[in-house]
Nanobody, 121 residues
């Protein structure tokens, strides 16, 4: 039910904007998260936005990445600026309606297919 897009290859310092189209009319009731998984590493939490706009970014991306949502378009975004080679990963969007630690991927019900971001030095 989630479609992530916007990945690509950029040089360090560049920018990308990821998009994730959500589950239609019920999108506004979902909290959304972005996660990423680098080659050979475990999946990690990146950013979160609640149904009513509360946002949180993990320390490693604060000041560089911004999560936002447009409920009219049923879409969540991840604006990524000042990209670093260590940001290289497959990025996944996820949706949830329940409570719990928002950095815990297990609290999310729906997942997108992932979009690859490659940052070269």
């Amino acid at each position: 039910q989630l479609q992530a897009s916007g990945g690509g290859s950029v040089q360090a310092g560049g920018s990308l904007r990821l998009s994730c189209a959500g589950p239609g009319r019920t999108f506004s009731s979902y909290a959304m998260g972005w996660f990423r998984q680098a080659p050979g590493k475990e999946r990690e939490f990146v950013a979160y936005i609640s149904w009513n706009g509360y946002i949180y970014h993990v320390d490693s991306v604060k000041g560089r990445f911004t999560i936002s949502r447009d409920n009219a378009k049923s879409t969540v975004y991840l604006q990524m600026n000042s990209l670093k080679p260590e940001d290289t990963a497959v990025y996944y969007c996820a949706a949830r309606t329940n409570s719990g630690t928002y950095s815990n991927g297990r609290t999310y019900k729906y997942w997108g297919q992932g979009t690859l971001v490659t940052v070269s030095s």
